[in-house]
């Protein structure tokens, strides 16, 4: 990780050199080195410093470098500082830290001078040996993350002049307590995320804009919720009735939490606001109407999931990886279902979807293992890309009378699902729709599917006797009676399945495909084509020697070939039987017996 950083820091600094920042590298006009330090000089008569090549372990910048005071410490991650590194001490010319300047250095102990003013983004990130820091009182800011990954800082001040804390300032530091001075007005998202061992924050009586509430950080008037402790003692919580929202990140990682209580009243929830907790079970009321992104990832326990009736769409990834996830019932007033809804819910088998549901996004119940059934409403027009992709066990899926488009891979990899009906709105089929079903036996096109793609049905292998009708006039080259197979290099070789059997009329686009392919053909309004159902022998007809032929297969004195026994196998049963010859024999004799 620290190698791509420093990679994508030296990226970083080719970009800042042409950029507008002008203290930095368009007007600098000299580079040189002082006693182990590198630094160059701007055109405002001020010296940055970049790195140090000596040997010592307790650096002291010096307060000039040749003869120009040092008033900036450069950035971009990428600078060097010698090795083992313990200590560093600025000059009192210093202003400005930029953008991860000490970022990743094993350092023990960083003395800050009076005089600096703003500390960049990143500055001191993964300084994983730092344990504590004063800044001083001149600063007046601090950029996102400068203490970031900073994995034993249990100690620093937020001096007076600086008034916002702002986003993941100590993500993944030690702390364990905190309290937010009365001179703060502004707290940004993932201040504290990743402190394992956080259990309380304090705020300033005196602060206007934040509060705390047993431990527990909120705005002032205590409408939303900001921040639940990680490592926070109780195991379950009851959410204030006051409470109209609960912010970005506010319960991320709190795996200690079995249970939590929304209040009706709550009105939203912002994006990742539990990710990663730990509660089995999850009521959302019905004044909630709006809940952002993966809101709800990575909820390894959760099991059950009741969605109130003002929530009007799922967000994207919204249970993503809930690998726990049994039951969901989705309210009623749900329109759309976003993309990677339920993706990797592998424990999931019911869910509930309501009248009124128009859009089911991509991937949305992509590797949802174990569900076996959906009944998807009529309301629902659009279904995404991979929608369904790998439901390993997915038996039976009753799709929606207003879908137009099967996109992409939707079904792709469901290999117990047996039987789909193509509703009559259904007009396009699209590239690997069905590929990989191997126990696809029956698909019963609707009225105005007149495209299918490549591979729609590729790797169908149990899906021998394919009816078409007239109203496909587009087969894509390799849609029907083909397996695939993709080697190293990405390039996809088609194997044609002499097997497959396609029945249309004589005329149409599905007998010309199958012509072309070298598929057998079974004639739907004329005279039966050579190995087509109940052609045994291959003589272009059914007759009592295909009954027969079948009776000597079933004696063992006869071998059929796969082409001879997709013919033989008339009545549908699993394998070949006495049956499919009497069915032969009384198509023969004139029974009314379609074949």
Known sequence: MKKLRKILSAVLVALMVFSAIPTLSANAYSYGQEDGFDYYVTDEGTAVFTAYRGEEIH?????????????DISGSGSMEWGENVKSITLPSTVAEIHWGAFWGLGIEEITLNEGLKKIGESAFAECEKLESIVLPDSLESIGNGAFELCSKLKSINIPEKVIV???SLFNSCDFESFEIPAHIRQIGNCVFSGNKNFKEITVARDNLYYSAVDGVLMNKEQTEILLYPRAKADNTYKVANTVKKIGQYAFAGCSSLDEITLPEGLELIEKNAFTGCNFEYLSIPDTVTDIEASAFVNCDNLEVVTLGDGLISISGGLFANCDNLETVCVGSSVKNLGDYAFENCRSLREVTLPDGLERIGGRAFINCTNLEYLVMPNTVKELGTEAFMDCKSLINVTLSEKLSVIEQNCFKGCVELRYMVIPDSVTEIHRGAFYGCVDLRSVEFGSKVNYIADVAFGDCQSLTRITIPDNVTYLSQYSIGYNT???????????????????ANKDSAAIAYAKEKGLMIGILDGDVSPYSRGDVDGDGKISVKDATLIQKYLANLVTLEQIQENA???????????????????????YDIKI
């Open 59 to 71: 650096i002291v910048i010096p307060e000039t470098l040749g003869g120009y005071p040092v008033t």
């Open 165 to 167: 804390i702002p986003d």
């Open 485 to 503: 197979y993709i080697n190293c290099h990405m390039v996809t070789e088609y194997s044609l399945c002499p097997w497959v059997i396609i029945y």
């Open 568 to 590: 033989a196998d008339v009545a549908g049963t699993p394998e070949i039987r006495i049956n499919d010859a009497t069915t032969i024999q009384k198509y023969v004799a004139g």
